[in-house]
């Protein structure tokens, strides 16, 4: 397609220099695995680098202790709850929002779907009940977000904090600050069965994240967050309707915590008002340290998941080396800035070759 | 449309206009900066709700609620200020609204072939689909804006002010397109500071001035320009440059640049400006005569090269070095680089000469905003109050208040790039003016033109750049609109 | 009634007996503030809910619950709102003893009792009573019970599961843990901490059995975060080891007694010290005295013992201990 | 200033109008008392009036307990560490950045200002020793964050969230998690002094706030602030030193962080390793409600102020109406999104009439 330049009445030598350059960047297009692995792989270089360096360490530090197949699992495993609302927060994140109320609609999710009301009936029916109180529960604080937000005009970071501390403080109440115990046959099977020797979480968690690939690179629905998040006058402009889709995002990551409420709930086999103390942060970090931009109009699943699994890595090899808190709290910042220095350099050599 | 009112607080951009567009014509809107053109065309796309008025389409009242309403009706909209996602792609910004789709999966594979046959229609196919649309030029962009409205179903095509972005290849090409849309029954109205073009493309004039309409409907072929501007500015305006001084040799040499280059964009670039002398650079957009100035500017880190002022040399890579030996920039794009945009007037003038309005730290506003309000009515910058949001003002009022920051500051250089774009006819006489008015008081000027009539009406010396070599330089009495031309596109002369 | 008489179980929380003398007859009607942490963990909402269920028993009292945090900086202003009010006596649970020395000295000085509930001012005149529980002998307990278990195995695994490692309760009880399991010459081997959430216990325990391949003993400081160590312990499927509590929540202790899990015992914390503190204020502020004692005036320390409990006793413990 | 329009070509009857409109904007100034009244009333009034709501439900349902100058002044006192790193917060946060480790900076402030060697310098010399090391600690912590933003391009939800984990993981090593007990003679008393029964702390809050208000409003350090914040491109384009400006604000705060451990170590007599935990959710909270843009730009230290007191003066109403923790987690949030709706619908009214 690079002899279309007829009717253009440009001077030939100057067109000759675009369509070469055009010509080059569709060159790659056919290869499309290739290309995507290029430009995933170049975009997070950096952030690979800092996970290998991470592994490396931990397999020099603890040996076979880090390197067995179950520690990887037990790495994936413990990423899951923070990986799946990690994935939601990066749709939030890249529409130009935020979320600081995960943790709490996590806490609420996990305590509304181990009620005793929600457990007996689910035992009277099938432990299917819970999941939906749960996914119910996350969509519902979701769309009030997103009401406030979009609608309210109240900036997400204020309508988010507020949900922190209402949604936490109705946990409580429902609880009664005491931890709920779920003991609905079938429902902690389910989430803590193995296949092939690996967790259903960790099942979930890499569904998911392929899934908010999908949604993100692939659909109208990501496109739009896109714009959304980048020029939101101009999204609104283009005939998007910007409210309504901020609204969307919000359930969206209000189900993701709903989902992720399911699984620490099987995992620990309790609900609580305490479940998710201090999530926000960590995911934020996640999210950004993959490089989704804080503006908005710009995320990155792949960067994400990575991202968890630097945090979740990074906590294993410590507590593998046996170091005390203070001293992984200390070496944890030192880290964080050194990977996203790596990224930076990393990235910035990789587009101007 | 009919007796449209549009009230901002404080302003009312719209007292009561009237237009009628017809099926396959160009329908000019004129006016000066601020008299209300984009803002009637905003109520068409359904950004604005007017407060009173009614509009009429295909013989029925509808109203245009959303952005969403009007582009169902078929009306589309290219925006005097960019209005793309830098992030997504050529052809998600396209299709973005009404992206192909199956069940919301994007079909990719359509959007990028359709895209590549709209931007062949517009002569751009060297422009990749996949590509992201933050790392083209502006001019770039601006074909992009309008591959999008050519994508939708259109029966009104709005054009606010396309052709500012663009050289003459492009408008002559954007034309092409304007008058195949026309054959085909879509009605288009234009909006455009340059009259030229209006004779070429147009059909039918609407005049507004001061939110009003002063005349609608005038054929474009029997209505004298002089009438126009008549109409436009209540005054009758020669468009004239004013005239250059005789002996510009014997100054010293102010600016001094040799050597200069950013790897990949332009190189070995020398320029030498005596103060009192104005120097243009003409090319093509995309020649690279922006990033020359940023990297004078220090703006950009240049690879190689000096820079000096008055015999000093700046520090690479320092805007800060620059402006602090005198060196002020009025950049491309004002909105994104030159102003803040919730600031007051003054403080956008100010901000650059902050320290002279300080005592120890301390600033003296009273002063800093009657030394304004001197300058915005001295350029008269509509409205006058310098206390207002420089976002309220119109897109040419806002070019003057960036050259009020320079003028205040007393530069020894002033690096104008595109000064006048988007600027009304009786504005620009005055900013031609006031820039020689600033030579003559001893400022070394360099000055970057898509509009090569201005180049050389202004400069005293044209140097001529392509791909970012300078091509060729001569004093502009001994070039033409022609020559120059030639020169851009062809480089042949050097 | 009950069989037992340790003070502290006399002002146990849950129950609602009324026998201990005419202490209990209805006297002048008294203003109680009381400032906790945050509830963020089932001990610490416990202690909260079993001081109103103790001032609810009595209609002289009115208990003025300030919300909990962790934030000494609002600790200390809502104990100056109790001085503005004037209150009759203030039960304080601090989150760090030493910081919240200065405005109780403060009440004191007003003329107002403080009550010193489970962390200790660092000045003795900051308070009237101090009810304290014995963190460094909780350690102690919870050490010497391994070393009974595990004998002098010289090479067996002692890990520890910490709550939040920065108060100096969790730090008292290590250094009771390390003190005891030295007098038998073990040590701790693998030491992590969480944060007495059941969410972080279970965090640190996966990762703990990770670095740990093979263990003989854990000792978790905290039962709430013992739900969350037992669901990892599960779910890695290990049961080599034994495990003991901490706090002695009634879950433990269900569990203790079914001997369905590594949970072999638990040390007690109790979760009633600030019920007792109420009750010290109440006869403090109606200037009586405890009956039970030949003392004219309440005492200045009660220290709670932290006993240990197994299969073997976890029947007379069970009915008192808090729900997490 | 009329006069200057020669070489303009507009003819004499317009010009002269457009001056007289200009002479007119201006001509409001002298009046500036009430200009200023005004102005900040206005942008205000939803937070001063969501604040006055907030004193009646005080003063009716806890009636002289609540309305005692005693009273006001607890809140006052706890309203002064919040309020100091708040004033410094509302410069990063117009300045377009964020700083989430000012819990953490104060804590490794407090603790570095009372170690022994620390304290033992100060009693061989003067308590003032001990006022320098938190100043020292606080504004090089800030220039660690603002050359890592500057000069490093790490955004500065990263940069300061690893500062977070590092700061306070150096206190707990410093401290090795012990509190930290003042005996220095002065200092405490210094701090905790009272002028005309009001504390000094309540005192250096007022002044903070007030040369906050000048710094910002009044001056080339504020007035670049805010161009930063706004448009970094066109502040970078007039000569501004953007990157030296936000180092110098990262200091600044981190200034205000030292000065609140001070305050904080005088009013607990000691330094410890959780000394604000959790302060940079209220800080940034009271920033933000006070109609500070979280995008830049604007700052309001007015607000700010006014923001801080709304959080304050809730805990003390909810603390004498004896409410249970988790309701009165439930309705902060819902008082806070209800400030904002008031505020925002209050502000649209005055500035469209
Ligand atoms: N959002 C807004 N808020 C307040 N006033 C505005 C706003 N937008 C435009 N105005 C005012 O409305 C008037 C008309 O502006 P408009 O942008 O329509 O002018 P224009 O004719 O397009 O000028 P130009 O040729 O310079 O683009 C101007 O006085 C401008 O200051
Ligand atoms: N951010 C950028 N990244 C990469 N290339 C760029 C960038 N900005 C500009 N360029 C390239 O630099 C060259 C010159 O840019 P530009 O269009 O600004 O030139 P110009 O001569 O100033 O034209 P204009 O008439 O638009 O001012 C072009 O090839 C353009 O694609
Ligand atoms: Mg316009
Ligand atoms: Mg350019």
Redesign the interface.
């Known amino acids: 397609?690079?002899e279309?330049?007829t009717?253009?009445?440009?001077?030939a030598?100057?067109?000759t220099?675009?369509?070469e350059?055009?010509a080059e960047?569709?060159a790659r297009?056919p290869n499309r695995a290739v290309a995507l692995f290029r430009s995933s792989a170049g975009r997070n270089t950096g952030l690979v680098v800092a996970l290998l360096l991470l592994c490396i360490v931990g397999a020099i530090t603890?040996g076979d202790?880090f390197s067995s197949s179950?520690?990887a699992l037990?790495i994936l495993?413990?990423a899951a709850v923070t990986g799946v609302v990690s994935v939601g927060m990066t749709f939030v994140i890249t529409a130009g929002q935020i979320d600081?109320s995960v943790g709490a609609i996590l806490a609420l999710s996990s305590v509304w779907c181990t009620t005793l009301a929600t457990q007996q009936t689910a035992q009277d029916s099938h432990w299917i009940v819970m999941v939906f109180v749960a996914l119910a529960v996350g969509a519902g604080c979701g769309l009030v977000n997103g009401l406030?937000v979009a609608y309210?005009?109240?900036?997400s970071?204020?309508?988010t904090?507020?949900?922190?501390?209402?949604?936490?403080?109705?946990a409580?109440?429902i609880s009664n600050?005491?931890?709920q115990?779920v003991d609905v046959p079938g429902f902690v099977d389910f989430f803590?069965h193995e296949l092939f020797g690996i967790?259903v979480q960790v099942y979930i968690f890499v569904l998911v994240a392929i899934a908010g690939w999908?949604l993100l690179n692939?659909?109208?629905?990501g496109?739009?967050t896109?714009?959304v998040g980048?020029?939101p006058?101009?999204?609104?402009?283009?005939?998007?309707?910007v409210k309504r889709h901020t609204v969307m995002v919000f359930v969206l990551v209000g189900l993701c915590c709903g989902l992720a409420a399911l699984m620490?709930v099987a995992?620990?086999?309790?609900g609580?008002s305490?479940?998710?103390?201090g999530l926000e942060?960590d995911v934020?970090?996640a999210v950004?340290?993959g490089g989704t931009l804080?503006?908005g109009?710009?995320g990155s699943i792949v960067g994400t998941v990575i991202g968890v699994l630097i945090f979740t890595t990074l906590?294993?090899v410590f507590?593998?080396n046996?170091r005390?808190?203070?001293?992984?709290?200390?070496?944890?910042?030192?880290i964080?800035?050194a990977a996203?220095?790596l990224q930076?350099r990393l990235a910035s050599r990789n587009s101007s070759t | 449309m009919s007796g449209i009112v549009k009230e901002f607080p404080g302003v009312r951009a719209l007292g009561g206009v009237d237009l009628d567009v017809r099926a396959g014509e160009v329908h000019c809107l004129l006016g000066q900066n601020g008299a209300g053109k984009s803002t009637l065309i905003k109520v068409l796309a359904g950004v604005h709700q007017p407060e009173e008025g009614t509009v009429v389409w295909d013989g029925a009242e509808v109203s245009l609620s959303s952005p969403q309403a009007s582009l169902k009706a078929g009306i589309a909209t290219i925006y005097q200020e960019l209005d793309l996602v830098p992030e997504l792609s050529v052809a998600e910004n396209i299709f973005l609204g009404h992206e192909l789709s199956t069940v919301g999966f994007s079909q990719r594979h359509r959007a990028n072939s359709l895209t590549r046959e709209l931007l062949a229609r517009l002569g751009h196919s060297e422009i990749s689909p996949g590509r992201s649309v933050g790392s083209l030029s502006p001019a770039g962009q601006q074909i992009v804006s309008m591959a999008r409205a050519l994508s939708r179903d259109t029966r009104l095509l709005i054009l606010d002010e396309p052709s500012a972005v663009l050289d003459q290849e492009e408008v002559n090409n954007l034309f092409r397109v304007i008058r195949g849309l026309t054959a085909e029954g879509v009605a288009v109205v234009y909006i455009s500071h340059r009259l030229e073009e209006i004779r070429q493309i147009g059909d039918r004039i609407t005049v507004l001035k001061d939110g009003r309409t002063v005349a609608t409907g005038l054929p474009v072929s029997e209505t004298p320009t002089a009438e126009l501007i008549k109409l436009m500015t209540g005054r009758s305006i020669e468009y004239v440059f004013p005239p250059r001084p005789t002996a510009v040799a014997d100054q010293p040499v102010v600016l001094e640049v040799a050597g200069l280059s950013l790897a990949g964009v332009f190189r070995d670039v020398d320029l030498t400006v005596r103060a009192g002398e104005i120097v243009g650079l003409a090319g093509l957009v995309g020649a690279g005569r922006s990033e020359i100035l940023e990297t004078v500017y220090g703006a950009r880190k240049r690879s190689t090269g000096t820079v000096s002022v008055d015999g000093r040399p700046l520090r690479r890579g320092s805007v800060t070095a620059a402006v602090k030996a005198g060196v002020g920039l009025a950049p491309e794009e004002r909105k994104s680089q030159g102003l803040l945009l919730d600031q007051s007037v003054y403080s956008n003038i100010t901000v650059s000469s902050m320290d002279r309005f300080a005592r120890v730290g301390f600033l003296n506003r009273a002063g800093e905003k009657h030394k304004a309000s001197e300058l915005t009515t001295a350029l008269d910058v509509r409205p006058a109050g310098v206390t207002r949001a420089a976002r309220t003002l119109s897109g040419g009022n806002q070019q003057k208040v960036v050259l009020a920051r320079w003028l205040l500051r007393d530069c020894r250089v002033l690096l104008l790039d595109e000064p006048t774009r988007g600027v009304d006819i009786g504005a620009r006489t005055e900013i031609y003016q006031l820039v020689r008015r600033l030579a003559d008081s001893g400022v070394a000027v360099v000055v970057v033109s898509s509009e090569i009539e201005e180049v050389l009406g202004l400069a005293d010396r044209v140097l001529v750049v392509r791909e970012g070599r300078v091509v060729h330089e001569a004093p502009s009495t001994e070039l033409d609109e022609s020559k120059v031309l030639d020169l851009v596109m062809e480089g042949n002369v050097a | 009634g009950n069989e037992k008489n340790d003070d502290d179980q006399d002002l146990g929380g849950g129950t609602t007996q009324a026998d201990s003398g005419s202490n209990d007859e209805a006297g002048d009607k008294i203003v109680i503030g009381f400032s906790a942490p945050a509830a963020d963990h089932g001990w610490m909402a416990s202690i909260t809910d079993s001081a109103k269920k103790v001032a609810d028993q009595y209609d002289d009292v009115e208990l003025r619950v300030a919300s909990g945090t962790n934030d000494v900086n609002l600790q200390i202003s809502q104990v100056e709102t109790f001085i503005n009010d004037k209150v009759d006596a203030i039960v304080l649970l601090p989150f760090d003893g030493a910081a919240m020395t200065p405005v109780a000295l403060k009440a004191m000085q007003a003329g107002i009792p403080v009550i010193n509930v489970d962390r200790e001012f660092d000045d003795p005149n900051a308070a009237r009573v101090t009810v304290l529980g014995d963190n460094y002998g909780m350690g102690v307990s919870a050490g010497a019970y391994i070393c009974s278990q595990i004998g002098d195995k010289s090479d067996a695994v002692v890990a520890e599961i910490a709550g939040i490692d920065s108060l100096p309760l969790t730090q008292e009880r290590s250094q009771g843990f390390k003190d005891a399991l030295a007098d038998c010459g073990q040590d701790v081997d693998n030491r992590v901490a969480a944060d007495f959430t059941v969410e972080g216990g279970e965090e640190a325990a996966a990762n703990l059995l990770q670095a740990a391949p093979k263990i003989d003993a854990i000792w978790n400081h905290d039962d709430d975060q013992g739900v969350g160590v037992l669901a990892a312990i599960k779910n890695a499927g290990r049961d080599e080891f034994f495990m003991v509590g901490g706090a002695g929540s009634a879950n433990a202790m269900r569990s203790i007694q079914a001997g369905d899990s590594v949970l072999q015992a638990t040390v007690i914390y109790p979760s009633t010290q600030a019920a007792d503190g109420i009750k010290l204020a109440r006869l403090l502020g109606q200037q009586k005295n405890m009956s039970d004692l030949v003392e004219v005036e309440v005492p200045r320390t009660v220290q709670l013992y932290a006993p240990v409990v197994t299969k073997d006793n976890v029947d007379q413990f069970i009915d008192t201990a808090f729900e997490s």
């Open positions: 397609m690079s279309n330049t009717g253009a009445a440009g001077p030598s100057a067109d220099a675009r369509v350059a055009a960047e569709t297009e603890a202790r179950d520690n037990t495993r413990l600081l406030l309210g005009g109240v900036v970071f204020i309508a904090l507020a949900m922190l501390a209402s949604a936490r403080g109705l409580e109440i600050r005491k931890t115990i803590d967790e999908v692939r659909t109208t629905f496109r739009r896109i714009a980048g020029n006058e101009a999204a609104r402009l283009a005939g998007i309707d620490l995992r620990t086999t309790t609580s305490t479940h998710g103390t942060l934020i970090a950004v340290i804080l503006t109009g710009r906590t294993n507590t593998l046996n005390s808190i203070s001293e992984q709290s200390l070496l944890k910042g030192a964080i800035v996203v220095l930076q």
